[in-house]
């Protein structure tokens, strides 16, 4: 057995990326070490949406997006569903209505669970209407035009879009502007990201998604994950920090190091 | 409603008006402006230019109808650059639409006397993604025993002495999302250290921009303008070329929208 | 069985895909790694092949139902699953019968009709994008202003007139694109590969199984 | 003018027409549309797919004696387990395959190509404002994805400044995004006005 030339610092940074992973992953799951990850301000905002949504008497509106959970963008679907169980219990303290807009059959049951055991854990299981939930269309386009149409004729005094979104991020976005909503959107679609920024009130980018859904739902491995996430990045920076250094001094040792 | 209020809830079909006039008028009576041409472009240019007749350049059409438009005249137009050099052009898709388009622009070229096989190949799809990409990289004759048109690529002149991507003068990749030049660079242009370029969708640049700066990619065509400014160079202006002022006057109304909408929103701020 | 076999063949498969890159067995020039790495790679490839079909199940359960029960929009329904068949009965034998009409046929029928309706919907966006300008990309906060007056001067760079105005703007343009927007998405790129790992690896040893979905 | 006497000329500009009018107002000859693009793109891709099926499994089998290529065919072929309730679980067996090689793939090519490479590239001398700008810029954003610290003092102030630079990212992929959508329009128009009508010189 051979090592292949070129590879050994690859390898050991591979094998110590895991290793960090792995361990912080295991503490988290057995109690001994919870990484304390910081609430995210974007949180807050959706806290002054509804809150705003209440004063005028209008409905909330939520979508956990369009990807499905069994794609790629999984893991964006799921954090869309997390934020929407924290959607649910606030509506259900300040009594005011919510819809959510489903375009993924899969989907559609899930949420349907967590907003009616949202409501039995803030003892308002009245609240839950079978049109809490609604699936518009599984086709893009239609889908955008369903809620667009439910922004204008239910008047939504707040729009919160949690998940992966493509190009009708600018018809909500736009639609929500028009009818004057508070919007808080959040996605690590990349492409959509400037668009959220340029017509909603706060916009949670990348990874704050991932990190707002672990600090709500509390999910040992996901937080775990992210503190191993967090101890790679410091290192990270440290690396790089020292390598400019070194570069600004004339030494080149840290790059070639990283070429071996 | 005050007049400031209205102006900001104008019917939005006014401006989808506004804006096909702004793109039709110039494209039937055209303007003229000048074009620039961006360092990126010439890069690929240079590129091309430093290659010797018999080399063979790998093509991989990675697009779609959604995304065609901006990506498919710069390769026709690198094609067309390709055939004036005599350097021979091999195609390969990992995206399901890919191969159609090659054929599209190896037609031409059939007509005007380049041999399938010897001087031209469209080796087609290949499903798989990301795997399939490395898959080819790392074996090209295992990988596409059989062409796009059923014929089998063992013994073809083209094919002969191609190993793995290396044994290609240069890689350029069009492409309009992923699988693509991510998947190229971390697959391929890592562990074998190939010449690879790039030709982009606009929308992709900005993500692409940290490759070209660290030199995993050694050129970068952007969009439709990338395209124009490769007609210029080769001195064949074609359709992207043709687009270039309905551009200008297509931005022209978008900014002016960004700027309307905004006094209107900041003056109607201060009214209230 | 149910539950160990797939984190089973997860693993095995991921490592060997992984140890590809960094070892090799035997003396021949290709290592044994190699060899099944490659054979793994060939064989995704096939099975990649038949998952695209899934989506179409799908779609044609939900359209054959509208169609039987004849709900509201049906015709459209019976539009969507006769194209369906269609093309792909006419790719198929096209594909394996190359240079004969029915070839041309399926060239003509991706040239002139999937080609340009899929362009058409996704030049729609151009609509959009005008009307968002125009009604929703607003100054609303500081850090809104900093990314319209970003995205006004790349477009000013960008568009030809813009030089014609001002012939410093595609430089600007151009320096915006090669130093914060790096910068930026490079520190995004470097984060999300770390996500990415985390993701992949967790995924490897079976600690995520939410692709395997929940349900027994 | 000079209008083109091609009847699929005619049908693609007719259905463009069709698939615009949706911005105009939603209409039944854009669903109808809508529904023709979506089913021929399911049904090109099963064609394309059926393609690959029997070049690169059936016909090795078959021709080559290559018996090793059932497995994968088996694997596919268990993918529409899920279709039927009682043997669905079987399905998981070929996505795990799947998800396992692209996992294992993925870890080194990101490591390699995104993660080592890009912090080599960033590793640069502080000796300009454009070397200073990337090297806190890329340090800055990082810091504000670190989640597992408060945000306070030297580090809030640093992370802030990385979100401006992200600000000014995300402002430059707008600029882009716009002359990419223009672009997909000038096409449309360019078929319909030019390869259409004969309006284009």
């Known amino acids: 057995m051979t090592f292949l030339t070129g590879t050994y610092f690859l390898f050991a940074t591979t094998l110590v990326m895991a290793i960090i992973t792995v361990v912080a992953v295991n503490l988290s799951k057995s109690g001994a070490w919870t990484p304390n990850i910081r609430r995210i301000a974007g949180l807050d905002s959706i806290e002054e949406a509804v809150g705003r949504a209440t004063e005028m008497g209008n409905p909330v509106h939520f979508t956990p997006g369009l990807g499905d959970v069994t794609a790629e963008v999984a893991p964006q679907t799921f954090a869309g569903l997390e934020v929407l169980g924290f959607v649910t219990e606030l509506t259900a303290k300040y009594n005011t209505e919510l819809i959510v807009t489903i375009r993924i059959p899969n989907v559609f049951p899930i949420a349907q669970e967590i907003v009616r055991q949202g409501y039995i854990a803030a003892g308002k299981p009245d609240m839950f209407k079978e049109d809490t939930v609604r699936f518009l269309s599984s086709e893009q386009f239609a889908y955008a035009a369903g809620v667009m149409g439910i922004f204008h004729r239910q008047k939504v005094a707040a729009n919160i879009m949690m998940g992966a979104f493509w190009a009708e991020s600018l018809l909500f976005a736009e639609a929500g502007a028009q009818v004057g909503a508070i919007q808080v959107a959040g996605t690590a679609a990349m492409a959509q990201i400037p668009f959220f920024v340029a017509a909603c009130d706060y916009t949670l980018i990348g990874e704050e998604l991932y990190a707002g859904g672990a600090y709500l739902s509390q999910d040992k491995v996901k937080l775990g994950s992210i503190g191993g996430q967090d101890i790679i990045k410091g290192i990270t920076m440290a690396l790089i920090l020292a390598g400019s250094l070194m570069a600004t001094a004339g030494s080149q040792m840290l790059v070639d190091l990283l070429k071996k | ?272 | 069985m149910r539950r160990e076999v797939p984190i089973v063949i997860t693993f095995v498969v991921g490592i060997i895909m992984l140890l590809t890159n960094f070892i090799k067995i035997g003396a021949g020039e290709v290592g044994l790694i190699q060899q099944w790495s490659s054979e793994l790679s060939n064989w995704v490839i096939i099975v990649a092949a038949f998952a695209v079909g899934l989506a179409s199940v799908n779609l044609m359960k939900i359209h054959s139902n509208n169609i039987t029960r004849q709900r509201p929009g049906w015709v459209n329904s019976l539009i969507l699953v006769g194209s369906l068949i269609a093309f792909a009965i006419i790719g198929t034998i096209a594909r394996l019968n190359p240079g004969t009409a029915t070839a041309e046929l399926n060239q003509n029928l991706f040239d002139y009709v999937m080609s340009p309706l899929g362009a058409a919907m996704f030049a729609i966006l151009c609509f959009y994008i005008a009307s968002a300008s125009y009604r929703a990309f607003r100054m609303r906060s500081a850090e809104a202003t900093v990314l319209l007056i970003a995205a006004v001067l790349v477009m000013l760079g960008r568009a030809p007139i813009g030089e014609l105005m001002w012939n410093q703007f595609p430089g600007i343009a151009k320096w915006l694109l090669d130093i914060p927007n790096t910068a930026g998405q490079r520190a995004i790129m470097i984060g999300a590969a770390i996500g990415g790992f985390a993701t992949s690896l967790r995924i490897l040893l079976g600690i995520e199984r939410g692709h395997l979905g929940g349900a027994e | 003018m000079n209008i083109s006497s091609n009847p699929w000329v005619w049908f693609s500009a007719f259905g463009m027409i069709a698939i615009f009018s949706f911005a105009f107002k939603e209409n039944p000859i854009y669903r109808a549309f809508e529904h023709l693009y979506v089913g021929s793109a399911a049904g090109y891709a099963i064609g394309v797919n059926i393609d690959n099926i029997v070049k690169r499994a059936i016909r090795p089998i078959l021709q080559e004696g290559e018996f090793v290529l059932i497995i994968p065919i088996i694997l596919g072929v268990l993918l529409y387990a899920r279709f039927f309730k009682s043997i669905a679980w079987l399905s998981r067996w070929s996505m795990a395959f799947l998800v396992g090689i692209g996992s294992g793939l993925s870890i080194y090519g990101v490591v390699n190509s995104q993660f080592l490479a890009q912090i080599r590239a960033t590793m640069i001398p502080l000796n300009s404002v454009n070397n200073v700008v990337m090297v806190f810029g890329v340090l800055s954003i990082l810091l504000y994805f670190f989640f597992s610290m408060e945000q306070k003092g030297a580090i809030k102030h640093s992370a802030s400044f990385g979100r401006w630079i992200m600000m000014v990212t995300f402002g430059v992929s707008f600029g882009n995004v716009v002359m990419g959508r223009i672009s997909l329009m000038l096409g449309a128009l360019q078929d319909i006005l030019g390869g259409w009508l004969g309006l284009l010189g």
């Not at chain 2, 021979?88 to 622009?105: C, H, L, N, R, T």
């Not at chain 2, 190229?184 to 929308?203: D, S």
């Not at chain 2, 990619?217 to 001195?235: D, K, P």
Request: negative net charge; aromatic residues 8%; hydrophobic residues 45%.
């Open chain 2, 1 to 272: 409603m005050s007049f400031l209020s209205k102006l900001q809830n104008i019917d939005r079909r006014v401006i989808y008006v506004i804006v096909l006039l702004a793109l039709a008028i110039p494209l039937i009576n055209p303007l003229g402006i000048p074009l620039s041409i961006s360092p990126l472009t010439e890069d690929v240019y240079n590129l091309v230019e430093s290659l010797q007749p018999g080399d063979v350049v790998l093509m991989s059409l990675d697009y779609s109808p959604g995304g065609s438009p901006d990506v498919h005249p710069q390769a026709v137009a690198v094609a067309e650059h390709l055939y004036k050099k005599g350097v021979k052009m091999a195609m390969v898709s990992f995206w399901d639409a890919g191969p159609m388009y090659g054929e599209q622009i190896l037609k031409k070229y059939e007509e005007q006397g380049l041999v399938y096989g010897t001087d031209v190949v469209n080796l087609g799809f290949v499903s798989g993604g990301e795997t399939a990409i490395r898959q080819f990289g790392f074996d090209v004759p295992g990988t596409v025993k059989v062409d796009f048109r059923g014929k089998n690529t063992a013994g073809m002149p083209i094919m002969e002495g191609i190993k793995d991507a290396r044994d290609f003068a240069l890689v350029i990749d069009f492409v309009s999302g992923n699988p693509g030049i991510n998947e190229w660079v971390r697959q391929v242009q890592g562990p074998l250290g190939i010449k690879l370029a790039a030709g982009a969708v606009t929308v992709n640049v900005p993500q692409t921009m940290p490759f070209v700066q660290s030199g995993q990619v050694l050129g970068l065509l952007q969009g439709l303008r990338g395209a124009a400014e490769y007609e210029i160079l080769i001195g064949v202006p074609g359709t992207a070329a043709a687009g270039m002022d309905a551009q200008s006057l297509g931005h022209m109304a978008i900014i002016a929208f960004i700027l309307v909408g905004n006094i209107a929103f900041l003056l109607d701020k201060k009214v209230k």
